[in-house]
């Protein structure tokens, strides 16, 4: 019996520490996260969101998502440099537009960055030192984001009153998770621990730092710039100060790894904060929505870009 137990204990583990449940635990979670929302807001929400979406909404979102993937492809661009996976600018601008159109219609949310890695890992010679590029870029700006949201949440606390304790419970929350998940696995502190020196020579320098900062927040301030349109476009009316600090607390909640192209916890973490803020989170959800639908059109030049590398790549081969 007791042999038995053992036997179904690893049996157990071994599933769990599969490649495969690694690969759908996340996009199920989010598909659960989003039927619990639809269960408890209703689907009114949802439909109010996708009915909001207008051309000026999209025209600005296109606008501000060229400005954030130039920024992002910019700072991605440094690291690589700095990395020995030297990268021109126009191509890596490329590459980031196809691994953002990537992570949203793919599960997980992180299938584009790791297509992105590789990508370049082939065009430089240097897979592993293309794809720490990319996970130091990331990282780096997940570290940016956290950072700018956590100081906005501390200088615009009077404007949320007891609110804004909430709104920073949210953000502990998702570094507690992050943490738990990276605590939780002993291959990813072995891979942490042995690319400190890279990640050190990704963005040691004054200057690339410097780079690396201001790039990161141009990006976050256009993804801010682009949730308050969608916050207007549904008819939500809220000041500026309280708005970006909405947006601020949404987009962190939408970083947490458990969703599907970035749905699920940002409409849930919207819900939240706008209830919070006395909003409704009816309204949150629908915003949440309008920002998802708007954000996936603003990113389909990488759709263009990656049929056309593909079609290129076809054409190469001989026949």
């Not at 599960?107 to 065009?123: C, E, N, S």
């Not at 949440?153 to 609110?163: K, P, T």
């Not at 500026?240 to 699920?264: D, E, F």
Request: hydrophobic residues 55%; aromatic residues 6%.
């Amino acid at each position: 019996m007791a042999s038995r137990d053992a036997k179904a204990k690893r049996q157990l583990k071994s599933a769990v520490g599969s490649r495969r449940f690694r690969a759908w635990v996340r996009p199920v979670a989010g598909v659960i996260l989003l039927a619990v929302i639809v269960w408890r807001v209703g689907a009114a929400p949802f439909v109010h969101g996708l009915l909001s979406v207008d051309l000026r909404a999209v025209a600005a979102a296109l606008v501000l998502c060229a400005v954030s993937t130039a920024a992002s492809a910019w700072r991605w661009r440094v690291v690589a440099n700095r990395l020995g996976v030297r990268i021109a600018l126009p191509t890596a601008i490329g590459m980031y537009y196809r691994s953002q159109f990537l992570n949203s219609v793919l599960p997980g949310g992180l299938l584009g960055d790791v297509h992105r890695a590789v990508a370049h890992g082939g065009d430089s010679g240097d897979v592993p030192q293309a794809s720490r590029a990319v996970v130091i870029e990331r990282i780096a700006g997940q570290v940016v984001q956290v950072i700018v949201t956590v100081g906005v949440l501390a200088w615009a606390g009077a404007e949320f009153e007891g609110s804004v304790l909430l709104a920073l419970g949210i953000v502990l929350a998702v570094i507690i998770v992050t943490a738990s998940i990276v605590i939780a696995s002993a291959r990813l502190r072995r891979v942490i621990a042995r690319e400190v020196a890279e990640l050190r020579a990704g963005v040691g320098s004054p200057s690339a730092i410097v780079q690396v900062v201001v790039a990161s927040v141009v990006a976050v301030g256009c993804h801010v710039a682009v949730f308050a349109i969608a916050v207007a476009a549904v008819g939500v009316q809220v000041p500026p100060l309280r708005s970006g600090v909405i947006a601020l607390v949404v987009l962190l909640g939408a970083s947490i790894p458990v969703n599907i192209g970035g749905w699920g916890p940002r409409e849930g973490v919207a819900g939240w904060t706008f209830a919070t803020a006395g909003l409704g989170s009816a309204a949150g959800v629908a915003a949440s929505t309008t920002f998802g639908v708007i954000a996936l059109i603003a990113v389909a030049p990488g759709a263009v870009i990656a049929i056309a590398l593909a079609s290129h790549r076809r054409g190469d081969r001989p026949s």
